[in-house]
């Protein structure tokens, strides 16, 4: 009889798409003890797929022109981006992440700490339509799932900020972060039965209320702390660097 049970609790999860849990480089397995699925039966805890657009590294972070040089910038945005990776895989909501990108560099980094590298639309649509083509793909592969559109240049991000949005979110069909400055957006959220629908750019904080999106208010230093100018590194430094962004700026006078 046990032994049927566990055959069906295999076969069930792994026929429900929806039920993949978030565990980078280990084969998906139920983690649920079998008595539990059978005797209480847990309503389904909120989940959330984390997106990150990121630009070819040869065009990326032009506006470090003055204080990096090319190579260096694409460095940099590599290392911001696997502390925003680190600190994705760390928020309890996390189900997957995907990166959406055409650079094979940022693919392969991607892969390696356990996202999806999903292909650039077609066309020349920037920003918005990778997250709009990256919304697509979640939507369907994680149909009950929350979307939150992230930057990759949030090195001082705590899995505790990413986690803290996503419960300020709750109730409402689309959320969002304002930068450090109030102008920008570093984070856009969107709950299961709306579409992400980003605008971000110049002023892009004012776009996403004038839509609708909710405000979230709560102190979130790290992830409203992107990195446009040089001086953004220094902030960031204040507020504490991830161990990749870290290591990378050590001893430079940037931070
Ligand atoms: N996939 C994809 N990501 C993009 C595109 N444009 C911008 N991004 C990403 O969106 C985020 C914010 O972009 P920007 O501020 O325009 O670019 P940046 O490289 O961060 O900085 P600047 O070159 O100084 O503007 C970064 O993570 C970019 O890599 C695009 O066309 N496709
Ligand atoms: C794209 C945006 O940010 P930034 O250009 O400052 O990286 C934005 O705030 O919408």
């Known amino acids: 009889m046990i032994r049927k049970l566990k055959m069906n609790l295999r076969l069930r999860t792994r026929s429900d798409k929806d039920q993949v849990i978030f565990a980078p480089g280990k084969p998906e397995k139920p983690t649920a003890n079998i008595f539990t699925m059978v005797i209480v039966p847990r309503p389904a805890l909120p989940h959330a797929v984390v997106l990150i657009a990121v630009k070819p590294l040869r065009d990326a972070k032009t506006r470090l022109a003055p204080a990096l040089s090319a190579e260096q910038r694409a ?34 980094l991607a892969q390696a700490y356990g996202a999806v590298a999903l292909d650039e639309p077609e066309g020349a649509g920037g920003l918005n339509a990778a997250l709009r083509s990256a919304d697509g793909w979640a939507r369907e592969r994680f149909p009950a799932a929350l979307r939150i559109a992230l930057h990759g240049d949030l090195p001082a991000l705590r899995p ?4 803290q949005a996503l419960r300020a979110a709750r109730g409402r069909s689309r959320a969002y972060v304002a930068d450090h400055d109030g102008s920008g957006t570093t984070a856009l ?57 870290k290591a990378l700026l050590a001893g430079s006078e940037l931070v």
Not at 78 to 98: F, K, P, Q
């Open 189 to 245: 959220i969107a709950d299961a039965a709306t579409e992400l629908a980003p605008a971000f750019g110049p002023g892009s904080s004012a776009r996403h209320a004038a839509s609708g999106a909710f405000a979230i208010a709560d102190q979130l230093p790290g992830l409203r702390q992107d990195v446009d100018a040089p001086q953004d590194l220094r902030k960031a430094g204040e507020l504490g660097l991830g161990l990749a962004t």
């Open 75 to 108: 460095q940099l945005t590599l290392a911001m981006l696997t502390d925003v990776l680190e600190a994705a895989r760390g928020a309890a909501w996390t189900r997957a992440i995907a990166v959406v990108t055409e650079d094979p560099q940022v693919q392969a």
């Open 160 to 163: 505790m900020e990413l986690q």
